[in-house]
């Protein structure tokens, strides 16, 4: 089975046994040198961490855009209204013009990374 995406989920719902941290899976992605200038295969892709986050990187994304909050939301000299004009500044997100593509043997999990 596989699966195709063409614009980045919202969020991640399911895991499936062993998930990866999405930050760990960015860095692996980065690390390759793939800069979303052509498709992305995953022919194990789980729960789909390494195709959500191929997603984000593609379309230039800022990381952590869907998370709630973060801890240094808590510190004393936080500037809360310089962080919402970075965080919410959209300007460099780009279009992919390629695929994101994923399989698995197991189906059970091809059906959670097409949730997530």
Do not use: H, Q
């Amino acid at each position: 089975m596989s699966l195709s995406l063409s614009t980045p989920a919202e969020s991640r719902c399911l895991s499936e046994e062993a998930p990866i941290n999405e930050v760990l899976a960015a860095g692996i992605i980065l690390k390759t040198g793939w800069k979303g200038d052509c498709d992305f295969v995953d022919p194990m892709c789980g729960s789909g961490t390494f195709l959500v986050e191929a997603a984000l990187i593609a379309g230039n994304i800022n990381p952590g855009i869907y998370r709630e909050s973060f801890a240094f939301e808590k510190w004393p000299d936080f500037n809360k209204e310089l962080f919402e004009d970075i965080y919410n500044d959209d300007s460099a997100e780009r279009e992919f013009a390629y695929k994101i593509y994923g399989g698995d043997i197991d189906p059970e999990a091809v059906a959670i990374a097409r949730k997530n």
